[in-house]
């Protein structure tokens, strides 16, 4: 299991990189591994926002469709539109080229709750 | 109840199987990843472990006529290693189990979905007559499918058995790799192929020499995964999914196995009516025509009204688009017809087809 150090995560699965009051949003590598061969990744639009616990997109595998809750309230700035030439990018570059969504964060206080890389890994193999 | 561990169970774990439970057992769902084991059955060769399905045996004086008596098709034109799809249905019409009947010498084997294994041995145990002598002997047999273009190549490094001969659900017994077996030409891919039965006991010795024998086609194993990815781009039906007690085989598409012309059989009342009356709905593959995905329990819509709801639903690798199986009212079933998936909160385009929805190139 890959899980970068620099990065914070959620319950769900998510990945947050966190730059000024913008937060880079995607799906962890243990998740891709779960889900296998991604198909199509439902993205919200430019402008949209979030609210932390909501979903904001869906994303497809061959086999399971799963929700995205977003980790963060916010604005959605922008979205992973390679995406949906290439859904795969999520599966092969979970924290690169498979990135989902860049929001505006809402509210600082959020992210101290993120969990932290060896929170996230002690969560999933328990 | 615990999932029981097949024999094979620490040889898949060892290949990197995902094992999830499927009807009571710990089954492999995927090896390396859906799409990649789903091509390699379409573009080479697959070993899949099916051996929790269930193998019942049938003998006595009167056990064509017992079987004749449970089962839709027509019993009577099997010969000796010949086999043939059919179905359980109840007095109602409604499917019991899809299976395929063997044919030996002086006895028939029945291999049933191994999630109904326990409800048809006592459906089966209910209607038996004298004459009939009638076991469940599941656990003894390990049963493998190895599938595509290249399963002949390799199987016929293992065996003195004359493969070529093997016409589509035929079937010989003979040794392979050492082990008594019995070889059918049948499968659930849409490929060439053939299904392994063999001693339960032995199951790894003739995995492996299988896996052996492939691994100059480049002969992966397959996990459930794909095998549902394979049958549904064939438009197999799956019971649980798109046939089970409240559909009929006419609505569910498999009039052809259905011979109210044999005599008499359990269901065959009710059948005749459906059959008459005229379905009044029918199940029926689509492909959709927006990006999207339709998954079980999706509703069906035309032009605002539900007429139906999704049976089984996948990307398939082979046309790397949402196709799906589902029962529509009639007459919305004909190919070429413009539906609706709902996914989630929206009204996904999509079309009836033609199916299969894959075609083999050979």
Not at chain 1, 89 to 113: H, M, R
Not at chain 2, 11 to 17: E, N, S
Request: net charge negative; with cysteine.
């Amino acid at each position: 299991m890959n899980t970068p150090k620099e990065l914070s995560y959620t319950a769900e699965h998510e990945w947050v990189a966190i730059e000024d009051d913008t937060a880079t949003i995607g799906i962890t590598d243990y998740a891709q591994g779960e889900l296998g061969d991604i198909v199509f990744v439902e993205l919200p639009g430019e402008g949209d926002s979030t609210v932390q616990g909501d979903p904001f997109g869906t994303i497809e595998a061959v086999k399971s469709v799963s929700e995205l809750f977003a980790p963060l309230s916010g604005i959605i700035i922008e979205a992973n539109t390679a995406l949906e030439d290439q859904p795969e990018l999520v599966n092969s570059d979970p924290y690169g080229d498979g990135w989902i969504i860049k929001l505006k964060v809402a509210d600082a206080a959020q992210v101290e709750k993120l969990l932290s890389a060896e929170e996230y890994e002690e969560q999933v193999s328990s | 109840m615990n999932a029981g561990k097949t024999a094979l169970y620490d040889t898949h774990v060892k290949l990197g199987a995902k094992m999830v439970e499927f009807a009571g057992y710990l089954m492999p769902v995927q090896y390396r990843g859906i799409k990649e084991e789903h091509f390699k059955v379409r573009d080479s060769v697959g070993i899949f472990d099916v051996s929790h399905m269930g193998e019942f045996f049938f003998s006595g004086d009167k056990a064509l006529e017992f079987l004749q008596q449970m089962t839709l098709n027509d019993v009577s034109k099997l010969e000796p290693f010949r086999a043939q799809y059919t179905a359980m249905c109840d007095d109602s019409g409604g499917l019991i189990d899809d299976l395929i009947l063997y044919c030996f010498d002086d006895s028939y084997m029945m291999i049933v979905n191994a999630a109904n294994r326990a409800k048809d041995f006592a459906w089966l145990q209910e209607h038996l007559i004298d004459g009939v002598d009638f076991t469940d002997r599941s656990d003894e047999f390990s049963l493998f499918a190895v599938q595509g273009r290249n399963a002949e190549a390799v199987l016929q490094k293992l065996t003195d058995l004359d493969l070529s001969e093997i016409k589509f659900y035929w079937f010989r017994e003979g040794m392979v790799a050492g082990e008594k077996a019995f070889v059918a030409r049948t499968g659930y891919t849409g490929e060439d192929g053939f299904e392994i039965g063999a001693d339960a006991a032995r199951s790894p010795e003739l995995w492996n020499a299988i896996l052996e024998a492939g691994a100059e086609y480049g002969l992966e194993p397959i996990g459930l995964a794909a095998r549902d990815t394979l049958r549904m781009e064939m438009k197999y039906c799956l019971y649980g999914n798109d046939i089970d007690k409240s559909t009929n085989p006419i609505e569910a598409g498999l009039g052809w196995i259905t011979k109210v012309d044999k005599g008499d059989f359990v269901g065959r009342g009710a059948i005749v009516r459906v059959k008459e009356a005229g379905a009044s709905r029918r199940l029926v593959g689509f492909q959709m025509k927006e990006r999207g995905v339709p998954r079980q329990n999706y509703a069906i819509y035309k032009d605002g009204q539900n007429i139906g709801h999704v049976t089984s639903g996948t990307f398939s690798p082979s046309l790397e688009q949402g196709i799906g199986i589902g029962y529509v009212a009639v007459p919305h079933n004909t190919a070429g017809t413009g539906i609706q998936i709902q996914i989630r909160n929206k009204f996904v385009a999509a079309e009836v087809v033609k199916t299969p929805f894959y075609q083999r190139p050979y």
